[in-house]
C-alpha cells in the first residue's frame, strides 16, 4: 500500500489570513526600497562575485580601524549605509529562502497525497464502470485522457516524475 496523507498539518482560515496579511505588510514595507532593473542594467551591475565581496570587506574593515587610510574621495556614510543594507538584505533573503523551501517541501507533500489520493479514486472508479454503474465510465474516460498509453514510464510508474 502506497505511504498515504504524509503531511496532516493543514492550515486553519485564521492562519491563512493572519501569513497573508503579514506578506502584505511585508510587501507593503519593502516596495518603496524596490528598484526595478531591465536585463540591460542587470548584466551590467550584476552581481559582485566574491573575490569581489572580499575587497569590499577588507575596505571596511580598514575604514573601522584605521580611518585615516580611506581616501577622502569616498562618502563613507553613503559606503557604511549600502554595506549595512546589503548585509540586512543578505541575512533577509537567506530567512526567506528557508520558508520558501519550507514551503516547497510542504507543497510536494500535500501534492503528493492528493495525487495518491486521486489514484485511489480512478481505481475505484475504474472498478464501478466494469460494474456498469452510471457515471463512471465518463468518469474514467475523462480522467483516463491523462495516463500514458504508450507503455513507456510515466507519473504513475515512476516517483520521480514530477506530479
Known amino acids: 500500500m502506497p505511504f498515504e496523507n504524509l503531511n496532516n498539518n493543514h492550515y ?19 516596495s518603496p526600497k524596490f528598484k526595478n532593473l531591465n536585463p540591460d542594467e ?8 566574491e573575490q569581489n565581496k572580499l575587497i569590499v570587506n577588507k575596505v571596511m574593515d580598514y575604514r573601522t580601524s584605521t580611518p585615516a587610510l580611506s581616501t577622502p574621495d569616498v562618502d563613507w556614510a553613503e ?8 548585509d540586512f538584505i543578505q541575512k533577509l533573503m537567506t530567512r526567506l529562502q528557508n520558508i520558501i523551501d519550507s514551503l516547497n517541501n510542504n507543497k510536494i507533500l500535500h501534492d503528493y497525497d492528493n495525487y495518491q489520493a486521486a489514484l485511489t479514486d480512478y481505481g475505484f472508479s475504474q472498478y464501478k464502470a466494469s ?32 506530479i
Do not use: C, H, M, W
Request: hydrophobic letters at 35%; glycine letters at 6%.
Open 131 to 162: 460494474t456498469k454503474v452510471a457515471g463512471f465510465e465518463n468518469k474514467v474516460a475523462d480522467i483516463g485522457q491523462f495516463f500514458n498509453r504508450t507503455g513507456t514510464t510515466n507519473a504513475v510508474n515512476n516517483p520521480e516524475t514530477e
Open 42 to 49: 542587470r548584466k551590467k551591475y550584476g552581481s559582485i562575485n
Open 12 to 30: 486553519l482560515a485564521t492562519e491563512k489570513t493572519s501569513i497573508l496579511a503579514a506578506v502584505v505588510s511585508l510587501e507593503n514595507i519593502l
Open 79 to 86: 559606503f557604511q549605509a549600502d554595506y549595512d543594507s546589503r
